[in-house]
């Protein structure tokens, strides 16, 4: 009697081990699958954001290769004659002018509109800080002239450069913007940033030396002495991808202040301070 007693207690504990691990292995495949419907889950949401991207890219290309054919089209009605790489294309902030026929009529009536040569009389500026005002005045108010006189020559030399195709697109298309006007302020602001920066050897748009910010736009050039030539480079903006110069340059500024000042390795800096009236 005692012997089956003890085999009852054995047989006992022999079922409650093989429970408790079958409850052990139920809640292990419970886990796994909710495990695997989370990761299920989860490849789903990756799988649609691939898509997207995939769409996204897709739609970018269609777009660059619309864009690329337009700009070679416009461009051959003035008989230039380009074929873009579009992946340079898609490295460039590219937009059209943002002015209104209002908004320029504006200024035309309010504003010297014309006077390309309007720092001739400035007794505070050099003579080829003066000459730059007139580049620069030339380009805005005569973009198509300048364009094919100036620029063209550059794209003749690269002819497939997309910096050069798209200023040429841009300048061939856009309405002229008022002439810039010598303003002391702006000026001094970028005579203080051109020399001291041209001391140090440094170069960007960080004040140094106490120098403080006078403008509401600013392109700096390095190591170019002739006038026209820091105009064409602006212009041009090669290896920046915003374009900012060639946007500030043909931009719906006023007021301009213009320091030429030596450069420790450059030989030579231009500081161009924008501004309104």
Same mark, same amino acid.
């Given at each position: 009697?005692? @012997? ?16 408790? #691990? ?6 292990? =495949? +419970? ?5 695997? #419907?989370?990761? $299920? ?16 890219? @897709? ?8 864009? @690329?054919?337009?700009?070679?089209? &416009? ?10 790489? $579009? ?13 209104? #026929? ?20 400035? $007794? ?15 380009? &805005? ?22 910096? +050069?195709?798209?200023?040429? %697109? ?12 010598? %303003? ?6 970028? &005579? ?7 001391? #140090? ?5 960080? &004040? +140094? %030396? ?6 509401? /736009?600013?392109?700096? @050039?390095? /190591? ?11 212009? =041009? ?6 374009? /900012?110069?060639?946007? +500030? ?25 924008? /501004?309104?009236?």
């Amino acid at each position: 009697m005692k @012997s089956l007693s003890i085999f009852l207690m054995i047989f006992a504990l022999q079922a409650c081990v093989s429970i408790t #691990k079958y409850n052990s292995l139920k809640n292990e =495949i +419970i886990q796994l699958n909710n495990n695997k #419907k989370a990761l $299920n889950k989860e490849i789903r949401i990756v799988e649609n954001k691939n898509r997207k991207i995939e769409d996204s890219i @897709s739609q970018a290309l269609i777009y660059l290769e619309l864009l @690329s054919t337009k700009i070679e089209k &416009r461009l051959a009605k003035f008989n230039i004659y380009v074929k873009l790489d $579009n992946k340079k294309l898609s490295d460039l902030a590219l937009h059209n002018q943002s002015i209104s #026929k209002e908004s320029l009529k504006y200024l035309r009536v309010n504003n010297n509109f014309t006077d390309t040569n309007s720092a001739k009389n400035t $007794n505070w500026l050099s003579k080829d800080e003066k000459e730059l005002y007139y580049w620069l005045n030339y380009a &805005r108010l005569n973009p198509k002239e300048f364009c094919m006189k100036y620029i063209y020559p550059e794209h003749l030399q690269d002819k497939n450069n997309v910096y +050069i195709a798209t200023l040429m %697109d841009y300048m061939l298309h856009m309405e002229p913007v008022p002439a810039l006007f010598p %303003d002391k302020v702006l000026f001094e602001s970028a &005579r203080c940033h051109a020399e001291s920066t041209g001391k #140090k050897g440094e170069l960007g748009h960080k &004040r +140094i %030396d106490g120098c403080k910010s006078k403008f509401r /736009g600013e392109c700096c @050039s390095y /190591g170019l002495s002739k006038p026209l030539d820091v105009v064409i480079q602006l212009l =041009i903006d090669k290896h920046v991808s915003s374009l /900012g110069h060639r946007y +500030i340059c043909l931009g719906t500024y006023q007021t301009l202040g213009v320091s030429a000042k030596p450069h420790k390795s450059y030989k030579i800096n231009y500081v161009l301070d924008f /501004g309104y009236k």
